[in-house]
């Protein structure tokens, strides 16, 4: 149940990624929700499950908006690799790094893929413009505080554990006295 509310969670993040929140392409204003969607993934849940979810969003996201086939499900796998394998090495607490390590994690996925179109397909490049880039690095940053808190209310209630643990039957008095 989890792999497929995700999916279908996913599926809504990309329509609305495709078409309300992209007025034009070159638009430097649109947050990328799926880029969350893939840190959340990769922060909160086990290797294979995420990798099932991301992987057909990813293909999906890339029949509609990709240039060059394959390069959505390239930044999809190569972003959640990098934010699973770097999460789980650094000493720190967990919500110390987790969302300024998805702009650094956005910034860094973009230029790479960047970098791999540019020797792909130049002529279709948009140039590379830091302030822009670090606009977006934010909007994904403000657009994961709100995201993660509906995902992991999103995950509770499909995995069925919405009011939490079970609450535990208090006693009050002498608990040697029955």
Request: net charge positive.
């Amino acid at each position: 149940m989890f792999v497929i509310g995700f999916f279908f969670l996913g599926l809504l993040l990309i329509g609305l990624q495709t078409t309300l929140l992209m007025f034009y392409p070159l638009w430097s204003g649109a947050p990328d929700l799926y880029f969350v969607l893939v840190a959340y993934l990769a922060y909160r849940h086990d290797l294979l499950r995420s990798l099932i979810i991301l992987f057909p969003l990813s293909m999906i996201f890339d029949v509609l908006s990709g240039l060059l086939l394959g390069m959505y499900p390239a930044l999809f796998i190569l972003g959640f690799l990098l934010l699973k394998f770097t999460s789980a090495r650094l000493p720190v607490r967990e919500s110390l790094y987790q969302v300024p390590m998805i702009g650094v994690g956005y910034l860094l996925v973009s230029w790479l893929v960047y970098v791999v179109m540019s020797f792909a397909t130049p002529s279709l490049l948009v140039p590379w413009s830091w302030p822009v880039m670090l606009m977006r690095a934010g909007l994904v940053i403000v657009c994961a505080f709100p995201l993660f808190r509906f995902f992991e209310f999103f995950s509770r209630r499909v995995e069925g554990r919405f009011f939490g643990r079970h609450k535990v039957r208090l006693r009050s008095g002498n608990r040697y006295r029955e």
